[in-house]
């Protein structure tokens, strides 16, 4: 879901699958503040949280400008 909004955004992002990369767990874990679910995302290096995180800011109408859409 996180991914389809951010689609529908026309915006791109780098995937990090831990089930593939189980070595960055740690560093997850680091930029998540202890945070173990996943999706973590994102943007511009700043945590932003879960999906739920993000639909949030998209209900707030604060998501584009974090995007640098408006
Ligand atoms: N509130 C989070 C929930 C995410 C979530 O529950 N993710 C599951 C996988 S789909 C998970 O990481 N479960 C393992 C855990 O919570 O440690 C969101 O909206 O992204």
Redesign the pocket.
């Known amino acids: 879901m996180a991914k389809r909004l951010l689609e529908n955004k026309g915006q791109k992002w780098e995937e990090i699958n831990l089930d593939q990369a189980p070595e960055r767990m740690e560093e997850m874990l680091e930029r998540s503040g202890g945070r173990?679910?996943?999706?973590e995302i994102f943007i511009d290096g700043q945590l932003v949280g879960?999906?739920?995180d993000l639909a949030a800011l998209e209900g707030e109408g604060k998501l584009d400008a974090l995007l640098g859409l408006s």
């Open positions: 173990r679910s996943v999706p879960g999906y739920d």
